[in-house]
Every structure is written in C-alpha cells, then in structure tokens.
C-alpha cells in the first residue's frame, strides 16, 4: 500500500484505550480535549476511526472522540456472543469517562445511531444533543417467528464464524468502493487500512469480530424502540443519504417515516450520499452538523 496513494488525515488521531464494562476499548481522540466534546459512534462492521474525513471537514474546534465498539476495530473482541444492550450501557461509561456531570452532544451512523437512540431516550439527562445519521431502525418483528429465530441462533452458533480474506488492501479497497460508489479511492484506500489488518502471508482480513456474524437470538422489538425514542429531550437531526434506500424500506415496513417519534426533530438529506455519508459526502455532513449544534 503506497502511501502517496492514501487518504492524507488533516487532523491527527489519538488512540486511547479503556477498559470499559470488562472489554478493552480502543477510542479514537481529535482535537483539543478543552475544546466542546462531540462524540461519534460507528455503525456495524465499521470503526470510529473512519469518521476522519468528517472531522477534516469540520470547521469549528472540537474535541472529537470515537470509540471501536466491543468486537470491531482494535477493541477486544468477546469470547462469548454480542448483546445489543451492551452497546447502550457501554456508551453510558464512557460517557462518564469522557463528559462526567454534564450531557455530551451524540452522532451517530447506522447502529451507531440505534445505539445513541435507545441512549437518548433511557438517559435523557445526558444528551444535549443527537444527530442521527441513516440509523431508522428494523420493522417489527413476528413473536411467532421466535422459536425458529432461536433455534437458527443455537445452530449457527455451532458453527466457526469466518470473514473473507483479501489478497491485499486494495482488493478490499475495491470491495469498499463498490459498494460506496461516490467514494474517492484514495479514501476507500484509507479506509481499508483502518478496518483490516495484514497476516503474515500478506492477506489481509477484517479486524471485525465474525462472532458479529451471528444473528441476534432475540428479535428486534420496534415499539421498545419507538418507547424510548419518545422519551429523548435532546434535538435531534435525522440526516440522510439521497441515494440510500434505508429511510424509504424503513418507512414501508414500519409505516411513516417515525421523524415523529423523535421530540423537536428535523430531517436533512444530504445529496450525492449513499448509506455512508460520512465516506461519501463527509464535508456536507460536517457543515449540517455544525449548523445545527451553533
């Protein structure tokens, strides 16, 4: 990988590790930590690092901070499987690492978004305020479909979770830009160095957890969701990609579009974006952001 061919960061990272709830946590610092605090949060199979290209493009100062969640990036993986409830109460410690005493302003991608959703409305006391990029949710599940949910959850389990392995970190860089077609590829290049890492046979493989390949024992349950989403006190700015699909599938499998749900909300699209915004159209997310927080 040639570095001239690289995304060049403008903005240094830091790495700092904590332990967080018993997992080894890898959280990712910009800026000066005098500066107001805005915390980001990645969605699956991603990790905070990525969010350089929108700290780049943020004009104000900042202290920006983005934890790997538990079994993605360089945080420690679990020896057992992942619980979705982890996240939340993950984010409430270091929350109390980074912001003790006082609500911290959230952005969140995706699960990301999910996470900080659930959080805003459980712990309204600590959010100031909530972007939320692309993070609508599933439909409601079928409680009928429970027993073959678990028993699919049981077998699969028994089961060696692997991801693919890449000849090198272009091939993936590929892969990454494929599916995020508006991407620069020097950014998908940059990208790629963040979410895998090189073996000894100089392939390269996911630093994800596979264990995240198994699918959830429990179902999603929407209107717990939507219960909590009605109990955020923060604003909240629901941001999405022009050219994504996630708002419009969220809106017919759950009915309309639940911006309602959320007290003093308000809904931008961002054009030229897919579902990765902040890959793709990092700058415009960045002037959104900081409009709404100044």
């Known amino acids: 990988m040639k570095s001239e061919q690289t995304y060049r960061a403008q903005i240094t990272r830091r790495s700092a590790r904590h332990l967080i709830r018993g997992v080894d946590y890898q959280v990712s610092e910009w800026g000066d930590s005098s500066q107001p605090l805005l915390v980001l949060l990645h969605g699956f199979n991603d990790t905070g690092s990525s969010f350089q290209f929108f700290v780049d493009a943020l004009t104000k100062d900042w202290f920006s901070i983005a934890p790997d969640w538990r079994g993605f990036g360089e945080s420690a993986h679990?020896?057992?499987?992942?619980?979705?409830?982890?996240?939340?109460?993950?984010?409430d410690v270091l929350l109390d690492l980074y912001s003790p005493g006082e609500p911290a302003r959230l952005l969140g991608h995706s699960m990301g978004a999910n996470i900080a959703g659930l959080y805003a409305g459980i712990m309204p006391e600590r959010?100031?305020?909530?972007?939320?990029?692309?993070?609508?949710?599933?439909?409601?599940?079928?409680?009928?479909?429970a027993p073959a949910n678990y028993r699919r959850w049981i077998e699969k389990s028994?089961?060696?979770?692997?991801?693919?392995?890449?000849?090198?970190?272009?091939?993936?860089?590929?892969?990454?830009?494929?599916?995020?077609?508006?991407?620069?590829?020097?950014?998908?290049?940059?990208?790629?160095s963040l979410w895998a890492e090189q073996k000894d046979d100089g392939t390269v493989m996911l630093r994800t957890d596979p264990a995240h390949r198994l699918p959830n024992a429990v179902q999603y349950r929407r209107a717990e969701a939507r219960a909590c989403w009605e109990k955020i006190m923060a604003p909240v700015l629901v941001v999405k990609g022009a050219e994504s699909d996630f708002f419009s599938r969220a809106a017919k499998l759950a009915g309309p579009h639940e911006i309602d749900a959320f007290t003093a909300a308000e809904l931008i699209e961002i054009p030229g974006a897919g579902h990765m915004v902040h890959f793709e159209q990092p700058g415009a997310l960045a002037a959104a952001v900081e409009k709404f927080l100044t």
């Open 127 to 145: 959010v100031a305020a909530f972007i939320n990029v692309e993070g609508f949710g599933l439909p409601e599940s079928n409680p009928d479909n």
């Open 78 to 91: 679990r020896a057992q499987s992942y619980w979705f409830p982890d996240y939340v109460a993950d984010l």
């Open 158 to 192: 028994r089961e060696m979770q692997t991801y693919s392995t890449y000849q090198d970190f272009a091939q993936l860089a590929q892969r990454i830009r494929k599916r995020n077609p508006r991407m620069p590829a020097n950014k998908s290049l940059f990208v790629a």
